[in-house]
């Protein structure tokens, strides 16, 4: 277990024995943040969509068809199994990928604080099946070859959550999978150079479609791969978000001060996901394409 999830399991264990007192307000700064969070993430994946999905036109249309006779038009190839080349609603893989490892944090989290806040157990258990089914989506999704065998191998998280019936075992359940939580949260990281990657080759595919826009494709790509960039950088101060909490909760002397400092930091946070919300209005949010 790493030092943030140790961080995290004291935590949750002080305040279910009753050491302190509810943080009511670190978990309402804690969720604000994250409910900006989604926001903005779902803001960004939106602007790549339409990136992977020319990239999937180029690329992999073709070949998506399997034992499909694709329908040709020019150098396009349409079928079903190549949908999401051509589809402007629903997500393309990569992207879909992405919102599941937003799911898996935001269900976890959602867990955390009802159970924080002392839900009965009863009302806890949707959202235990739905973390659940997020984890087995996440560990077979297009990013699974960039986490661990642990979470690869999480077939058993749905059966587990359906054995649950006390608040004892939910916090073992919360001990056992917080390190997926942190791990999405890294992968997600790490791993936004394929969402610029995907930007690079979306855009030559655009521009050969539509060359008198060349330029303005060029530059657009360069506002986004910033836009990439800033959220990264939210990604990973949201993420200390929950070790912070963790920390607070461990260390009950002087509990408020270092609940005004998440809440200054919760704060500073929002900041950030509202300039990135500024440049994706600025761009267009994929208009333009």
């Not at 999937?56 to 038009?73: K, M």
């Not at 799911?103 to 235990?128: K, M, W």
């Not at 791993?191 to 060359?211: C, K, N």
């Amino acid at each position: 277990m790493n030092n943030v999830s140790a961080l995290f399991v004291g935590s949750i264990f002080l305040f279910t024995v009753g050491c302190t007192p509810p943080p009511t307000a670190e978990l309402s700064a804690y969720r604000q943040t994250f409910v900006a969070f989604e926001a903005a993430s779902d803001a960004v994946l939106n602007v790549v969509a339409p990136y992977e999905r020319a990239a999937l036109r180029a690329s992999g249309a073709e070949r998506s068809c399997n034992d499909e006779e694709p329908l040709h038009r020019g150098n396009l190839a349409f079928c079903y199994g190549a949908r999401d080349a051509f589809a402007t609603i629903g997500d393309p893989p990569l992207v879909g990928s992405y919102r599941n490892l937003i799911e898996v944090i935001a269900r976890f989290n959602t867990i955390v604080i009802a159970y924080s806040e002392g839900v009965s157990f009863r009302f806890i258990s949707q959202d235990l099946e739905e973390f659940s089914k997020s984890v087995d989506a996440f560990a077979s999704s297009s990013v699974s070859e960039f986490v661990s065998a642990q979470i690869t191998n999480s077939g058993r998280f749905l059966e587990r959550a359906s054995d649950l019936s006390d608040r004892p075992a939910l916090l073992e359940f919360l001990h056992e999978t917080y390190p997926i939580v942190d791990e999405a949260f890294l992968v997600m990281a790490v791993q936004s150079a394929r969402l610029v990657g995907t930007i690079e080759t979306g855009t030559s595919v655009l521009t050969g479609e539509q060359p008198a826009l060349g330029g303005q494709l060029v530059a657009r790509s360069l506002e986004v791969r910033s836009i990439i960039a800033n959220w990264t950088v939210v990604l990973d101060e949201t993420r200390q978000a929950l070790e912070g909490m963790g920390f607070a909760l461990t260390n009950p002397e002087n509990l408020e001060v270092r609940i005004r400092n998440i809440g200054d930091d919760a704060f500073q946070l929002n900041l950030g996901f509202e300039a990135i919300q500024r440049q994706i209005t600025e761009l267009g949010a994929g208009n333009a394409l």
